[in-house]
């Protein structure tokens, strides 16, 4: 196995695939930036092109301005968007309150084990930094270096192990549970955009990806 030092070197995100609405997402390498907007159109997802086996990643993110209500804007490690069985990691920002942020994980499409976390801090307010710490046998959630969450692999727990690509998202998600998770929508301040910089990856881990998504 690789040296687990190797897992957290890390560089700047070189290119990303966009799953739906492209119109509404630009990337420039150049300033290592990312904006995700949502209007009319709907949301947009961006991820890396290839997975990763544990690591380190990190972005620098201002949420969307104004009432946010029903939105989810996120970043989040995941081994297939919409996989039944995935694996992943997730920050997540619920549009009802843009002072708290939620942090879960799965394995092999098993969650509930979401946390609350206070940012304190309105996330729409400025640059943060949020980071991920993936290893084998323990996970941190990093906000601005502090570390707000470790989970750590049990004996004879499941524990998340398959490569994972980068993702992260601005959507409505004002239908999950009759808008009690993110709040109703409401649209008022439309077009919200959220801006990503800075995104770094691990070095060493990338995995080709064969998949056809």
Not at 8 to 25: N, V
Not at 78 to 86: H, N, R, V
């Amino acid at each position: 196995m690789a040296d687990p030092a190797l897992h957290h070197q890390i560089q700047p995100i070189k290119e990303i695939a966009i799953d739906y609405t492209p119109e509404a997402c630009t990337h420039s390498p150049v300033s290592n930036s990312i904006t995700l907007t949502f209007d009319h159109r709907g949301g947009a997802r961006w991820r890396s092109t290839t997975r990763f086996l544990y690591g380190t990643f990190t972005s620098l993110i201002q949420c969307p301005k104004g009432n946010t209500s029903g939105l989810n804007f996120n970043i989040y490690l995941s081994s297939l968007e919409g996989d039944k069985s995935q694996d992943e990691i997730d920050f997540e920002f619920l549009g009802k309150d843009k002072t708290i942020v939620q942090t879960n994980y799965y394995t092999t499409g098993t969650g509930n084990r979401e946390q609350i976390h206070d940012l304190g801090f309105d996330c729409s307010d400025g640059f943060h930094e949020y980071t991920i710490k993936w290893n084998p046998d323990s996970i941190e959630w990093v906000i601005d270096g502090k570390v707000v969450r470790k989970a750590e692999k049990k004996e004879g727990e499941a524990f998340p192990e398959k490569p994972m690509f980068l993702y992260a998202s601005v959507w409505d998600a004002s239908y999950i549970a009759e808008g009690q998770w993110t709040g109703p929508y409401i649209g008022c301040d439309v077009p919200y955009v959220c801006l990503y910089k800075d995104i770094q990856v691990p070095v060493s881990t990338a995995i080709e990806c064969s998949c056809d998504s």
